[in-house]
């Protein structure tokens, strides 16, 4: 996953999870260099990867930044990677009004912020506290405190996967 989170991006991700989910004892390894992007169509690549059978690996190889944080915070439990020098940042959703007044356009915001808090809190076992601290760093993590806050299980060149 390289390119920005968008619809047309997302459908043929999930289209592909599905697809591998239907082979038996395939375990799925999703690489993340990705900038963010559509919280929704992120949100749909998260539940095709939590409707899978199959076991997820999410590897970050550059950075993995809002939505893509989030997608690779949501892998099997212990496999979680990225690379040594990759940087991970979560902040709060942003809402293009799309035509919506004011106040649906807050709302929506607000709805989606509680969502992906509240996932990246199961992923993470992190309380919704701690999550608003990591929020607050604009220069993002590195993969080593990614790691000891349990966005990722290891940060390391010599990974084994699968």
Not at 67 to 79: D, E, K, R
Not at 84 to 100: N, S, Y
Not at 109 to 136: F, N, P, Y
Request: aromatic share 2%; with cysteine; hydrophobic share 45%.
């Amino acid at each position: 996953m390289k390119e920005t989170i968008t619809r047309d991006a997302a459908i043929p991700i999930v289209d592909r999870i599905l697809d591998l989910s239907r082979e038996d004892d395939a375990d799925i390894l999703i690489c993340i260099d990705c900038g963010g992007g559509d919280v929704k169509a992120g949100l749909a690549i998260y539940e095709a990867i939590q409707l899978s059978p199959c076991s997820v690996a999410t590897l970050c190889v550059g950075k993995a930044i809002s939505m893509a944080a989030l997608l690779l915070a949501c892998g099997t439990p212990s496999m979680r990677f990225a690379f040594p020098d990759a940087r991970i940042l979560i902040h709060d959703p942003i809402v293009l009004k799309d035509g919506a007044s004011n106040s649906e356009g807050v709302n929506l915001m607000v709805d989606l912020k509680q969502t992906i808090d509240r996932i990246i809190c199961r992923h993470t076992g992190r309380s919704w506290q701690q999550l608003q601290e990591l929020q607050g760093r604009a220069d993002g993590l590195s993969a080593e405190a990614a790691c000891e806050l349990g966005l990722i299980d290891q940060a390391s060149r010599e990974i084994r996967i699968i």
